[in-house]
């Protein structure tokens, strides 16, 4: 059951990072679900590391976006066409 809702709370905070982040990112439901999933990992290890969380916890929805803000400024620098 807690792969469902990481993957319920992935998508949306996938789905409002996309809304925040200006750009042309074209992807589907399951690149937005990765994306959130990806930004949760990436926020945890993040907050972890900067003592906000503890060993055990993990990054709640606000700091699921803010990671899925951070993968998909990456995301948009890696596939940046060049003109």
Not at 1 to 9: C, D, L, P, Q, R
Not at 63 to 74: D, W
Not at 80 to 83: E, F, I
């Given at each position: 059951?807690?792969?469902?809702?990481?993957?319920?709370?992935?998508f949306?905070?996938?789905?409002?990072?996309?809304?925040?982040?200006?750009?042309?990112?074209?992807?589907?439901?399951?690149?937005?679900?990765?994306?959130?999933?990806?930004?949760s990992?990436?926020?945890?290890?993040?907050?972890?590391?900067?003592?906000?969380?503890?060993?055990?916890?993990?990054?709640?929805?606000?700091?699921?976006?803010?990671?899925?803000?951070?993968?998909?400024?990456?995301?948009?620098?890696?596939t940046?066409?060049?003109?």
């Open positions: 059951m807690e792969w469902i809702w990481t993957a319920v709370i992935g949306v905070a996938g789905a409002l990072a996309r809304a925040i982040m200006p750009g042309n990112q074209k992807m589907g439901c399951l690149l937005t679900i990765c994306l959130g999933i990806a930004g990992i990436v926020f945890t290890y993040l907050g972890q590391a900067a003592g906000w969380y503890g060993p055990t916890e993990g990054a709640r929805f606000i700091g699921s976006t803010l990671g899925a803000l951070i993968v998909l400024a990456i995301y948009g620098f890696l940046k066409k060049k003109s």
